[in-house]
């Protein structure tokens, strides 16, 4: 009931083309969930998060779209750059637990120019 | 404004043995968690300290123990090792109890383990 599930495990998209990367959750506790970008030899940096009074938040070129009563949410980047191949990991939290972040397994990106 | 900074960056540790990892918070913040991050995995949530205590712990065995000092600063340890133990070792620190808590929550670049 703890686990995040993602997919795919690794997506290839075309410099301009849209990247969707998907997760679903069971623990209906779960009220907080963050999109962390992680590029080699570094630690995840948050890029974007959603509470779930929400169906949609947008920054930029990234977007989170969530389904509370599917349990699902994803993350969209739009006008993919090369510069945005990295690995993305979705992740979900108790807001009130202050801090145990719960991983999906990681979706590597590569954007060809 | 430095991040968190881990330490060491590399070791190497012989099946059996102790091992140490440190992780200095980012500035301003009292609150430390760490995670482990097999390779090709999600990090997985180890345990969380505060003022000193571990608050939270997720589902790794008593094998894994940690500290936090007064400066706010932790160390990791991890007896009897295994080799399944090797991974990528990830600090996170952030300010305990605000409610935008999240939005300062910061890794660190981690300290990666392999046990031969």
């Known amino acids: 009931q703890q686990q995040v599930k993602q997919s795919p495990q690794s997506l290839i998209v075309q410099k301009g083309g849209i990247s969707i990367i998907n997760c679903a959750y069971e623990n209906t506790a779960f009220d907080y969930f963050p999109w962390y970008q992680q590029f080699p030899g570094k630690g995840p940096a948050l890029l974007i998060a959603i509470r779930p009074d929400v169906s949609e938040k947008k920054e930029g070129r990234f977007t989170i779209s969530f389904n509370k009563s599917a349990k699902q949410f994803s993350l969209h980047i739009m006008d993919s750059q090369p510069g945005d191949s990295a690995t993305y990991f979705c992740?979900?939290?108790?807001?009130?637990?202050?801090?145990?972040?719960?991983f999906g397994q990681g979706t590597e990106l590569s954007v060809k120019p | 404004d430095a991040g968190v900074t881990q330490s060491p960056t590399h070791l190497i540790k012989t099946r059996g043995q102790q091992v140490t990892l440190r992780c200095s918070p980012k500035s301003g913040h009292d609150t430390v968690s760490w995670y482990q991050q097999a390779l090709g995995q999600g990090p997985q949530f180890i345990f969380q300290y505060y003022e000193e205590e571990e608050r939270q712990r997720g589902n790794f065995p008593d094998r894994f123990s940690g500290h936090q000092f007064p400066n706010y600063s932790s160390e990791l340890n991890v007896n009897a090792l295994l080799l399944g133990d090797s991974a990528l070792y990830l600090c996170a620190s952030n300010v305990f109890g605000l409610v935008d808590w999240h939005y300062g929550y910061t890794f660190g670049s981690g300290t990666r383990l392999t046990v031969v």
């Open positions: 992740a979900a939290a108790t807001y009130n637990q202050g801090g145990k972040l719960i």
